[in-house]
């Protein structure tokens, strides 16, 4: 079945700096890549997304790329500011189950 | 109106003890699941039921009974709760087709004493 790593678990920035997460996934029939955010307490909600027959998407300060030959994605935030800090998680969907699988999630925490 | 709801939002109970926890969702969406979030925030699914009908069932133990009476409703019921099931149970839901997007209710944070 799919298998979704992501790294780092943990990452601190500084505010107004750039934050990357990355993630590879096993399924290569996997066509559908979201990222969900979780702040303190609060349910998952998703930020944005991406398709197989994509490379990049991006929506204003957030980024998604992925690289099917490698199985590779990645969620890129510019300029972050203090409410950004939340837990965030990648996701594969696809294959024969198409069932979604949750990376295990970064801890972002953006120091003011 | 929340779109997702679950309850309670707390649980707190004994070992031993059988629970149940409500779903519903307003989006009209064909398809409902339940998460598992435990306490390193893994989120891993459990159930998935399309139109009333059980689609995926997770390597779970068979004290966790999903139910769907309808499209609109998934409720788990959990028997013989024990130690180990204390975690946050997420409800979610999503529409067929393209746009996967998940929809999750607020959780339930169940404790098990």
């Known amino acids: 079945g799919e298998n979704v790593e992501q790294h780092p678990s943990t990452l601190s920035v500084q505010e107004g700096d750039s934050a990357v997460i990355k993630c590879t996934y096993s399924?290569?029939?996997?066509?559908?890549f979201p990222w969900y955010k979780q702040e303190l307490g609060k349910r998952p909600q998703l930020i944005i997304d991406?398709?197989?027959?994509?490379g990049e998407k991006k929506d204003q300060r957030i980024a998604v790329t992925l690289n099917k030959t490698t199985k590779h994605f990645s969620l890129h935030i510019t300029e972050t500011q203090p409410e950004d800090s939340a837990v965030y998680f990648c996701?594969?969907?696809?294959?024969?189950?198409?069932?979604?699988?949750f990376g295990t999630g970064t801890l972002l925490a953006v120091q003011p | 109106d929340t779109a997702v709801s679950q309850t309670p939002k707390y649980l707190v109970t004994q070992m031993g003890n059988d629970k149940s926890i409500k779903c519903e969702q307003n989006?009209?969406?064909?398809?409902m699941y339940w998460y598992k979030q435990d306490s390193k925030k893994f989120l891993k699914i459990m159930f998935s039921?399309?139109?009333?009908?059980?689609?995926i069932n997770e390597t779970v133990p068979n004290r966790f009974s999903p139910k769907s009476p309808d499209k609109a409703h998934l409720n788990l019921h959990i028997n013989s709760l024990e130690l180990g099931d204390s975690a946050v149970y997420f409800c979610?839901?999503?529409?067929?087709?393209?746009?996967?997007?998940?929809?999750f209710g607020s959780g339930t944070q169940l404790s098990v004493l």
């Open positions: 996701a594969a969907r696809g294959g024969a189950t198409n069932k979604l699988i």
């Open positions: 039921y399309n139109n009333k009908e059980l689609i």
């Open positions: 989006l009209g969406h064909d398809t």
């Open positions: 399924d290569s029939a996997s066509n559908y």
């Open positions: 991406i398709r197989s027959n994509v």
């Open positions: 979610a839901s999503s529409p067929i087709g393209e746009n996967e997007k998940l929809f």
